[in-house]
């Protein structure tokens, strides 16, 4: 029987200590017998070209890419998929046998995926998300949330410009309103997603009231530090199914393991912990 060949894949960020990811596709990894390496790449601003089309010299499979180089990861590579240029960001670079890079985007899989399994009664096309939000990962839940047939995006960000422009870029189904429509925004909808950073550790909480949200909308925040944010607590209260964010860092991660070492993961319960346990 032949051994499997060793093979390496990464993160690159900046700072990229903190990431979560090494241990996550570590445990991959382990779980399946593969011999390989997952490590963090500091990477600073302004050097993302030079050190991607280096993994090809130093025998990497390729890398994840997180912030903030998600925007110069898209410019760099050879070729893209279309929902990475419809996003306008990647975050798995998988370095071809020609030693070309190419260029993904796993957010809005992983987004999508989150919900599916933590809300298996919840589809796109039930009715009109409310997306907060218009930054990097607002971008991956409007796609996703588009592509996979939503009716009505209504897209709500403090800076309505802002959520005009991805609005023009990505086109859909997609409706842009004022910051303070947020509450009465809530009517009919089937789904609520918080992309700002308002909740998270650190941060003053999110200010929106939900008296309007049926209760047989799901909420999700794609905050996960920490797990139970305000806003998810005053849904599970009235009665939502709330979905944190822990879960789309998981499901993302899935593509990019199967690009490099061949086998598509799962997200069990004992990785779940695993991760919980470094928040």
Not at 1 to 8: N, Q, V, W
Not at 63 to 90: F, Q, W
Not at 127 to 141: E, I, M
């Amino acid at each position: 029987m032949t051994a499997l060949p060793f093979r390496t894949a990464g993160v690159a960020g900046w700072p990229v200590a903190h990431s979560r990811s090494p241990k996550l596709h570590g445990y991959w990894l382990a779980q399946h017998n593969i011999p390989g390496a997952y490590l963090p790449l500091p990477v600073r601003p302004g050097e993302v070209a030079i050190a991607l089309r280096g993994l090809a010299a130093l025998g990497f499979a390729g890398c994840n890419v997180t912030v903030p180089h998600k925007e110069a990861a898209l410019a760099t590579a050879d070729s893209v998929d279309p929902v990475a240029r419809r996003i306008g960001a990647a975050n798995l670079i998988v370095v071809q046998p020609d030693h070309s890079l190419h260029a993904s985007n796993t957010d809005a899989f992983g987004f999508l995926e989150n919900l599916r399994t933590c809300a298996p009664g919840w589809q796109a096309t039930q009715g009109p998300a409310v997306v907060l939000g218009a930054g990097g990962s607002a971008r991956a839940v409007v796609a996703g949330l588009c592509d996979a047939g939503c009716p009505d995006v209504r897209l709500l960000n403090r800076t309505r410009a802002r959520a005009e422009s991805l609005a023009e870029d990505l086109g859909g189904a997609v409706t842009v309103l004022d910051w303070d429509q947020r509450h009465a925004a809530l009517e009919g909808a089937a789904l609520l997603a918080n992309s700002t950073t308002q909740g998270m550790h650190g941060q003053p909480p999110l200010e929106i009231d939900l008296s309007a949200l049926p209760r047989t909308a799901v909420v999700t925040d794609l905050v996960y530090v920490p797990l139970e944010t305000p806003l998810l607590a005053a849904a599970r209260a009235r009665g939502n199914v709330a979905v944190d964010g822990l879960g789309m860092l998981l499901h993302q991660a899935r593509p990019s393991f199967a690009a490099w070492f061949g086998v598509m993961p799962d997200v069990t319960p004992e990785l779940r912990a695993l991760i919980e346990a470094t928040l």
